[in-house]
């Protein structure tokens, strides 16, 4: 019998194109694997579950849609694992080894997990972004931070990618991310957290305006990410993989000292109230209202004109009305206009829902109470105090019922009795413009705590005496709740 073997019209592959076809392959395999969507999918909802009680700024946002990326970065180490020891678990290795590549050339092809990690990471950072509109981040970009964000996705795959070649097993993805967490996470038992810089996400932890080194965290990432990589093609150029591991395990350690030198121990407060000074502020006037916010925070101004343009609408045309100034962790308890009534707001906002009412409540009812001269910038000044028999209460409650009718808010940080709100609801009984000329005739005397200003409208309330002194503090310095006393 003769045979005879009839040559193909394509030849045999080179090992460069059959490398070539293998990570397309394994790209195509792992742009489908449920591992890979179902952990974007997590990732994003994670992100945006942090994200959505207060309004974002660039630093939240980036810490936030970081701790995303570690959710992503999960999902993918167990995606490329499993890509790894597929032949293990088909029981196929001895079929592999008859490829027409071996198994350095595999190990090249499946790197192509990590590119489409980065592309997931990408995906993951401008999804959650994009669903938080209309409420855009405020503050200061640092583009840098947002890389870190792209980056630690290709890390986890990277690991994965290790981690399969080590253990093919199919437990070894689940038990490495175990693994990695519980090695990330003992460290902060032992080590303050401004000497955690090799926590793959940055947390900002000093005042407004520091500017973290995100570019030296950045430089530490890209070394452990290339330090892996090196580690998965160990079996294509072995020399060559151990020389790039070791230079680049050695330039992310020389990263990570570098940030956690330059990161303060402590925050210097003179610097930042400098951050923070009047003439560091982006301040606009609305409706004869003043308002100051820190630098990139002027978007806010419009919710804070939401709380507070009900309220002034009610003072009379020749009184003062109180400043908005935005302050961060620290305030230096001076007035940006010496004299001048002043109410502080802090750098944080309720950005839905429940949350951004409950935001706008305070700060409506703050402005009630400095604009009546119970709040102000002094230390004491957030402390309880007794307002009781005082007119200005009355109107204070009257403003409030006015500008949210059936709300039901209270005067912050005050006591008072049944009879206080009694005298409010006689005064809401009478014509609106009737209660706003009297007031506008006798507003020098409703701010007096000691006068009986609404007289000529029926109220009867004895004002209790007024202390001339503030009332002296503890030998140890602390301050008792009740200790203010009556609101001068």
Request: hydrophobic content about 50%.
């Amino acid at each position: 019998m003769t045979i005879t073997v009839e040559r193909t019209g394509h030849p045999i592959p080179s090992p460069r194109v059959a490398t070539i076809a293998l990570a397309r392959a394994e790209a195509r395999r792992v742009w489908r694997s449920p591992f890979l969507w179902t952990g974007l999918v997590l990732s994003i909802v994670s992100g945006l579950a942090w994200s959505w009680t207060r309004l974002p700024t660039w630093e939240t946002f980036h810490e936030n849609s970081g701790m995303a990326a570690v959710v992503l970065a999960t999902a993918l180490l167990i995606t490329a694992q499993m890509a790894v020891a597929r032949d293990h678990r088909a029981q196929a290795v001895e079929t592999v080894r008859t490829m027409p590549t071996g198994r350095g050339r595999r190990s090249l092809g499946q790197l192509a997990v990590v590119p489409i990690a980065a592309l997931a990471g990408l995906v993951l950072y401008a999804a959650i972004l994009l669903l938080l509109l209309p409420t855009w981040p405020v503050g200061r970009f640092e583009p840098w931070a947002a890389v870190v964000v792209v980056v630690i996705p290709p890390i986890g795959a990277a690991i994965g990618l290790v981690a399969g070649r080590l253990l093919p097993a199919a437990v070894t993805g689940p038990l490495a991310v175990v693994a990695i967490f519980l090695a990330l996470s003992v460290p902060f038992v032992f080590v303050s957290s401004s000497d955690l810089s090799f926590w793959p996400v940055t947390f900002v932890e000093w005042d407004f305006g520091y500017r973290y080194p995100h570019g030296w965290h950045l430089l530490y990432l890209a070394g452990l990410l290339v330090s892996v990589v090196a580690l998965a093609s160990w079996p294509a150029a072995r020399r060559a993989s151990a020389v790039i591991a070791v230079v680049s395990v050695m330039f992310a350690g020389y990263a990570v000292r570098h940030e956690a030198a330059i990161t303060p121990d402590f925050v210097d407060t003179e610097a930042a109230l400098q951050r923070t000074a009047p003439e560091m502020l982006d301040c606009r006037v609305h409706a004869e209202v003043r308002y100051c916010a820190l630098p990139g925070h002027a978007p806010w101004i419009e919710y804070w004109r939401d709380a507070v343009e009900p309220v002034a609408s009610l003072l009379p045309p020749g009184a003062r009305r109180p400043s908005i100034r935005q302050i961060a962790t620290m305030d230096d308890m001076k007035p940006m206009t010496p004299g001048y009534p002043e109410m502080i707001i802090s750098d944080s906002w309720g950005r839905i829902g429940g949350w951004a009412e409950d935001s706008r409540r305070r700060m409506a009812r703050d402005y009630v109470s400095t604009s009546i001269g119970i709040l102000t910038r002094e230390p004491t000044a957030w402390l309880p105090c007794d307002a009781s028999g005082q007119h200005r209460t009355v109107v204070g409650l009257w403003m409030l019922s006015r500008a949210a009718p059936g709300e039901g808010w209270t005067l912050p940080r005050t006591r008072y009795g049944q009879a206080e709100i009694q005298a409010a609801e006689s005064l809401l009984a009478m014509p609106q413009d009737q209660v706003a000329s009297y007031l506008a005739e006798h507003w020098s005397e409703v701010l007096d705590p000691s006068s009986t200003a609404l007289a000529g409208l029926g109220v009867t309330l004895a004002p209790p005496p007024i202390p001339t002194e503030p009332p002296a503090s503890p030998a140890d310095g602390t301050m008792a709740p009740d200790d203010r006393g009556v609101c001068t």
